[in-house]
């Protein structure tokens, strides 16, 4: 298929141009009005702007594509509050199949999660809530027998909450490819065009099975765990290559392993103790990351380390420099996912290794307050986009979704503004241009060669305030040239 795309413009320019596409790659690009292919069909764009397709590079998309069918307590402010929520919800539908909830936040609540309180709201019912970072569940008494019986208390935390969550997913693979789908296309509508899988479990058959099945609104790069990292070397996989029979929107991505917890937790692993003690959990010792790091690399697979607090991520990059990833001769190289508290000498590290800081700028305004308490006097280091960007370090902007929505204009107006909901910019000094937020949620450009993966959008993106970064309309997405959202 081969067209024009007519009277468009680039960021920061007012001239027009025509935008030539075909054999899925940018072909030409010339001043409007410049006389070229006649034969070619003209689609006018009426002076609006065109982007590069973005990019969610760091997405948990099965469990994203279920939030929408989940109770949401991400309002509540204390657990009576999230308890209510469950009551409300029993009520309107008292069936007795499990009831599950996502999205609460308890580090700042005034009282604690317990299962009596949800007994209370819900009876024999099983009812589970997934916190906002994915990393605790709240049971009561009937879903603890089911899920985890003989546990004590109503939380399962890490790896305990991680089982939980993926036994949580509907066998029927039907309806959950049905929901995947309704996913990828709302992801269109914010222009996205690709994402990083880091969905729990082995994706390499459900993204196989959907692609076949027709789902061609996303290019995905899944990830693996630690679990299955022999089943994907067994097989051949490497990082960047394309699964055969996907028509190349399939690819090998990272290597995820979770070195640390979270801060809402209290278990993101810190130099500095947290204010009721302890400095969070290591999932791993020092050698045994770095065993997984060599192995990963030596196969050909990326590793991505989960690592949110200062010592986690000094310990990750600890053990990419003794990996030798520098970024030189091809070298496989690696990622560091979150990267949310970095202790300043550490700063330099990313850029020098060549790892890139896969980061999520709106977790920041989710997390403010929970820092402010828990990372007291030390926030000036949290989320630290601009010393990175500074420091030379690559950035790769996610969502993290469902902990953040699957929505990069969000991602893009939290690093450029540092703010959301009227509320006084968070620690400022850390915001970054518009032009560099935008390159960290691409992987392509807007030029003759180049893959025709655009968003056409309705405001310049260089002139916009961060209001109206967060609330950007997207006109149309086309990924290899083919439109997979189109309001023009």
């Known amino acids: 298929m081969s067209f024009v795309l007519a009277g468009a413009r680039l960021p920061g320019s007012d001239r027009l141009v025509d935008v030539t596409v075909r054999d899925r790659s940018i072909a030409s690009i010339h001043p409007a009005g410049v006389p070229g292919e006649r034969s070619l069909e003209r689609i006018p764009l009426d002076g609006r702007w065109l ?23 991400s309002r509540a402010s204390s657990a ?37 309180l949800l007994d209370a709201a819900a009876g024999d019912r099983p009812v589970v809530l997934i916190a906002g970072d994915l990393h605790c569940s709240w049971l009561n008494s009937a879903a603890m027998a089911r899920y985890a019986p003989g546990v004590e208390g109503a939380l399962l935390r890490e790896d305990a909450s991680f089982a939980l969550t993926s036994a949580l997913t509907p066998s029927d693979e039907s309806i ?50 630690r679990d299955r990292m022999t089943d994907a070397v067994g097989l051949g996989l490497r990082t960047g290559e394309p699964i055969e029979g996907t028509d190349g929107l399939l690819t090998m991505g990272p290597f995820k392993v979770i070195s640390d917890g979270s801060l809402n937790t209290r278990t993101a692993l810190c130099l500095h103790a947290y204010p009721g003690g302890g400095h969070g ?20 697979i990326e590793p991505a380390v989960h690592a949110i607090g200062d010592e986690a991520n000094r310990r990750a990059l600890d053990a990419f420099e003794q990996l030798g990833a520098s970024g030189r001769g091809g070298q496989i190289v690696g990622r560091i996912e979150h990267a949310q508290l970095i202790d300043p000498a550490d700063i330099p ?51 993290d979704a469902p902990v953040a929505p699957l929505d990069p204009w969000a991602a893009i107006a939290s ?11 968070w620690h400022p000094e850390q915001r970054i241009p518009v032009e560099a937020a935008l390159d960290a949620s691409t992987r392509s450009r807007v030029a003759v060669g180049e893959p025709a993966d655009l968003a056409i959008i309705e405001r310049d993106p260089f002139a916009a305030t961060p209001d109206e970064l967060r609330a950007m309309p997207v006109a149309a997405t086309l990924l290899a040239g083919r439109f997979t959202h189109d309001t023009l």
């Open 51 to 73: 982007v590069p397709g973005l990019w969610d590079q760091h997405v948990h998309f099965t469990q994203w594509a279920q939030t929408a069918r989940r109770l949401d307590v």
């Open 80 to 116: 009576e509050e999230a308890a209510s929520l469950v009551r409300a919800r029993t009520a309107a539908d008292p069936g007795t199949d499990v009831l599950v909830g996502f999205g609460f936040h308890d580090a700042l609540w005034h009282d604690l999660p317990s299962r009596e």
């Open 176 to 225: 959950l490819d049905r929901w995947a789908s309704d996913a990828a296309d709302g992801a269109a509508t914010h222009g996205v065009v690709g994402i990083v899988d880091l969905e729990y479990g082995w994706s390499l058959e459900t993204w196989t099975r959907r692609i076949a099945a027709g789902a061609r609104s996303l290019r995905v790069e899944f990830g693996v765990y």
């Open 281 to 300: 959990v290591a999932n791993l010792t020092p050698d045994e990351l770095l065993a997984d790091l060599r192995f990963a690399a030596a196969n050909g």
């Open 349 to 399: 590290r990313f850029a020098a290794l060549g790892i890139a800081a896969s980061v999520q700028p709106e977790h920041a305004m989710d997390d403010r307050d929970v820092a402010d308490r828990l990372w007291a006097g030390r926030t000036r280091h949290a989320f630290p986009l601009a010393s990175l960007l500074a420091s030379g370090a690559r950035l790769a902007f996610g969502s």
């Open 415 to 425: 690093a450029v503004g540092r703010t959301r909901d009227g509320r006084e910019p």
